[in-house]
């Protein structure tokens, strides 16, 4: 399985942005994925999960109200849409892929198999 985000950049506080993730070599449609963050010097951090079908969707409690995930599932790809963004939003996000079929979103970072490589956020002041 190969994951490739993007859309990350340098954004002041209260913008937005839409971060992508595109998956290859298996049947996207069957399988969980998330976003998870990492800031420089402190552990990763989950961020969302949405599960196969897109019926259900989970998110950390500091990015509730203001971030959404979502799949396209004809695109074999997520979304972290990502509104009124804070400094404290500043990481390398990455999408994780959840292997076996049909499992539930998943907040726990050892849950998931294979990982992008990641994408770069910046939120200035």
């Known amino acids: 399985v190969q994951l490739q985000a993007s859309g990350g950049g340098l954004v002041q506080a209260g913008d937005s942005l839409r971060l992508s993730c595109a998956t290859s070599?298996?049947?996207?449609?069957?399988?969980?994925l998330g976003w998870f963050r990492q800031a420089p010097g402190k552990e990763r951090d989950f961020v969302a999960s949405?599960?196969?079908?897109?019926?259900?969707?989970y998110y950390s409690d500091f990015v509730k109200g203001r971030f959404t995930i979502s799949r396209d599932n004809a695109k074999n790809t997520i979304y972290l849409q990502m509104n009124n963004l804070k400094p404290e939003d500043t990481a390398v996000y990455y999408c994780a892929f959840r292997s076996g079929p049909y499992y539930s979103v998943s907040s726990n970072y050892k849950d998931y198999d294979y990982w992008g490589q990641g994408t770069q956020v910046t939120v200035s002041s």
């Open positions: 949405i599960n196969w079908s897109g019926s259900a969707t």
């Open positions: 070599g298996r049947t996207f449609s069957t399988y969980t």
